[in-house]
């Protein structure tokens, strides 16, 4: 069963094609969040009832019938209801460690991978092992993970910079120590004191 993501996602290993706006208009992509899903500005106005229905004021029907999240809202309603109900169900991307699904991945990083659903849990297929050239690209990506989680748990400032550079969006050192200091300013209250002794 091969996995279909779609432009924009795979894109997203590839930041020479956002940092260009001729590839970007060649492969149809939009820079992110863009129109998705994801988009603040679309988010926005359902904060209120999101809200309300995590806190079970309001019902989550009301959820059901907001224009644009259908696609979400019936996916994460059918998991919850194959989970509940013993319902074997064929998810084409769920979220998953690796545990040997991709073979040449390590079992620590996480995968979307098509797997089964149902009440004893969730049953990733296994795909064997990936293409070398994305192996590689995958493994730029998961040094920038393994990176980033370090510099979270130890409050390493010259190893979240290392996390931001590996990325590929950011042009200069000096453009990752701007936007590492705005985010822990921004963060300032949420983040562990170490970041600022």
């Known amino acids: 069963l091969p996995a279909v993501p779609c432009q924009g996602h795979v894109a997203e290993f590839f930041p020479?094609?956002?940092?260009r706006p001729e590839a970007m208009r060649h492969y149809?992509?939009?820079r992110f969040p863009g129109r998705t899903i994801y988009s603040y500005e679309r988010r926005r106005p359902f904060l209120e009832l999101l809200r309300g229905v995590a806190s079970g004021s309001r019902p989550l029907r009301e959820l059901l019938e907001v224009r644009g999240l259908e696609e979400e809202v019936e996916g994460v309603i059918?998991?919850?209801e194959a989970l509940r109900l013993d319902r074997r169900t064929l998810y084409p991307g769920?979220?998953?460690p690796n545990l040997g699904v991709i073979s040449n991945l390590p079992p620590w990083a996480t995968v979307e991978a098509p797997a089964y659903v149902d009440a004893s849990?969730?049953?990733p297929l296994s795909l064997?092992?990936?293409p070398t050239a994305l192996t590689g690209v995958m493994a730029q990506r998961l040094a920038q993970y393994e990176v980033t989680i370090d510099a979270a748990l130890t409050g390493d400032r010259e190893l979240a910079l290392q996390a931001l550079l590996i990325d590929g969006y950011l042009r200069s050192i000096d453009a990752a120590e701007e936007m590492l200091d705005d985010f822990l300013d921004a963060e300032r209250r949420w983040l562990p004191e170490y970041w600022f002794s």
Request: charged share 0%; glycine share 22%; net charge neutral.
């Open 16 to 19: 020479h094609l956002f940092l």
């Open 28 to 30: 149809g992509l939009g």
């Open 128 to 130: 064997g092992s990936m």
């Open 94 to 96: 769920i979220n998953v």
């Open 121 to 123: 849990g969730i049953h």
């Open 78 to 80: 059918s998991l919850m």
